[in-house]
Structure formats: structure tokens, C-alpha cells
């Protein structure tokens, strides 16, 4: 293939990628709001620890998305070389 079709090929598995994950966030959500009322994390009388967890589980979601940004942009960038 040439670099025009590796390139194309890059962008067709990156957009799929792409779907893949987001369609994949409504079912992480739930299960982060779960462990937050489980947790009790909007309360201010929890351990150090345990704002820590809460913390960690908030961020989940913005990990994944950067996460799934810098595969399919390695996807992109790496099929054109």
C-alpha cells in the first residue's frame, strides 16, 4: 500500500477506535456514580485515603479519552511514515 492508503487506513481505525471508546463511557459512568455513593464521596468527614479513591475515580474518564486522543493519533501519524 502506498503512503495515501496507509494514511486513509490510519484515519478508517482511529475514527473506529474512536466510536468504540465513546461508546464505552456511559457504562463507566454509571459504575463510577455507583462507587461514588458507595464511597461516600460527597461528603467532607472522609479519611485522606478515601478522597484519594474518590479522586482517582473522578478522573477515570478523563483518562480514557486522552488515552484513546493519543492512540489515534499514533494510529494517524505512524500509518503516513
Do not use: E, Y
Not at 492508503?5 to 482511529?14: M, P, W, Y
Not at 455513593?37 to 479519611?47: A, E, H, N, P
Amino acid at each position: 500500500m502506498n503512503k495515501r492508503g496507509n494514511i486513509f487506513l490510519g484515519f478508517g481505525i482511529a475514527i473506529f477506535l474512536w466510536i468504540m471508546g465513546i461508546q464505552l463511557i456511559p457504562f463507566i459512568v454509571s459504575v463510577i456514580d455507583s462507587t461514588r455513593v458507595d464511597l461516600s464521596c460527597s461528603t467532607t468527614t472522609i479519611s485522606f485515603g478515601t478522597k484519594l479513591i474518590c479522586l482517582m475515580h473522578d478522573l477515570t474518564i478523563p483518562i480514557i479519552i486522552w488515552t484513546l486522543v493519543c492512540l489515534i493519533l499514533g494510529l494517524i501519524m505512524g500509518k503516513g511514515t
